[in-house]
């Protein structure tokens, strides 16, 4: 089999794979993640690969996909099973059916289970089990639409009647290796030594395990296509310019100051302790005010907050609204009292 193969894992043990035909030059990721974008890219250029189509091999609850982000940027087809409920899948497959990839055939694998929208992807030589089978383990069965019973029915009659050789690349890697196979998932892995249904479904169900840290931000982003919250944030970061505390410092300093200090943080906050000479206009009241507090659109704003993150969200707004010198502060009010900076207690002033 003539095929490019990367496989780009993270630290958190999500893994992701880029395949491309080298005859054709045609390539497809399965399972993307959202950070490694740029990576996919460089990779794909590396190897001389255009990009075909993403897939993902089940709706993920504990990292965000890249799937959409990658459709909406490369103008890539979305692949899910047709169970996922998710609006922006364009290729909606089903058990045995095959995604052509330049002359590289993937089988599609319904193996409900973990999800219920979960696929596995068939080559000649390997698998991608996504969360269906893990080395030494498999996908847990007590989260949104998973079923002990249907995970048995797609490993033992499915999954593991594949030839012993066949390698299994997963979706999840928490040990310090690439790959395994069947055969090995077979000897060695415990979840497998239950091989009878019952026994097997009483062990997934007893299984007593922490929810994924991102589990409801994870689930809203990859089943809707919505935004995470950093990425929200990292995308107002590459549109607007910051300011450092020193040269925020220096020119407040000044006889006549040429910014305009704007915190965004609640009352309380703002009264407990603020750089001095900062107006007072809070973020949830940041559009319906904004044209009463400040009235010069022409003026160079600093925004600010406690963590610099909710400010740089703010200072996006700004500039969306016409406050084309908003700027924000690199970094918070925090950083700044721990650095020393001047700050003054007391409530805002009446506007």
């Given at each position: 089999?003539d095929i ?7 630290e958190?043990?999500?893994q992701?794979?880029?395949i ?15 950070s490694q ?10 190897e001389?690969?255009v990009?075909?189509y993403?897939l993902?091999?089940?709706t993920?609850a ?5 799937t ?6 490369f ?11 998710a609006?922006?899948?364009?290729m ?8 052509i990839?330049?002359e590289?055939r ?6 409900p289970?973990?999800t219920a ?6 080559m000649?030589d ?8 893990l080395?030494?383990?498999t996908?847990?069965?007590?989260l ?10 797609s ?7 594949l030839?012993p050789?066949?390698l299994?690349?997963?979706g999840?890697?928490y ?7 069947i055969?090995?998932?077979l ?5 497998l030594?239950k091989?009878?249904r ?5 062990h997934?169900r007893?299984l007593?395990m922490q929810?994924?840290q991102?589990?409801?931000e994870?689930?809203?982003v990859n089943?809707?296509g ?6 929200m944030?990292?995308?107002a970061a590459?549109r607007?310019?910051?300011m ?5 410092s ?10 305009t ?18 107006v ?14 400040l ?6 704003i ?5 963590f610099?993150k909710i400010?740089t969200l703010a200072?996006?707004?700004l ?5 084309g010198r908003a700027?924000?502060l690199?970094g ?8 020393g900076?001047?700050v003054?207690?007391?409530p805002p002033?009446?506007?």
């Open positions: 089999m490019i193969f990367h496989q780009v894992g993270i958190r043990g999500c992701s794979y880029l491309g035909c080298k005859s054709s030059c045609a390539g497809i990721v399965i399972d993307p993640e959202l974008i740029e990576r996919y890219q460089a990779l794909a250029a590396q001389g690969l990009l075909h993403v993902d091999t089940h993920h504990d990292h965000f996909s890249a959409h982000e990658m459709a909406a940027r103008d890539l087809p979305v692949i899910m099973h047709r169970n996922s409920s609006p922006f899948a364009d909606r497959v089903d058990d045995g059916e095959i995604v990839v330049g590289l993937l089988k599609i694998m319904y193996t289970g973990h929208d979960s696929l596995c992807v068939v000649d390997r698998i991608f089990t996504g969360d269906t089978l080395i030494g383990g996908g847990r069965t007590d949104p639409s998973g079923d002990p019973d249907q995970l048995y029915d490993l033992f009659n499915g999954v593991l009647k030839d050789a066949t299994v690349y997963p999840h890697i040990i310090n290796r690439t790959h395994s196979t055969e090995e998932e000897a060695k892995n415990k979840r030594q091989r009878e019952s026994e097997f479904v009483e997934m007893a007593d929810m994924p991102h589990l409801t994870s689930l809203r089943m809707s919505g935004r995470s919250i950093a990425q944030l990292a995308e590459a607007v310019s910051f450092s505390m020193d040269e925020v220096h020119r407040i300093e000044a006889d006549q100051p040429d910014i200090l704007l915190d965004v943080r609640e009352r309380n906050a703002y009264t407990e302790g603020h750089i001095p000479g900062a007072f206009l809070p973020r949830g009241q940041l559009e319906l005010r904004v044209n009463e507090i009235s010069d659109p022409t003026r160079r600093v925004v600010y907050c406690d610099g400010s200072t996006a707004t500039q969306d609204l016409g406050f700027v924000a690199d918070g009010l925090k950083t700044w009292k721990e650095q900076y001047a003054e207690k007391g002033g009446e506007t």
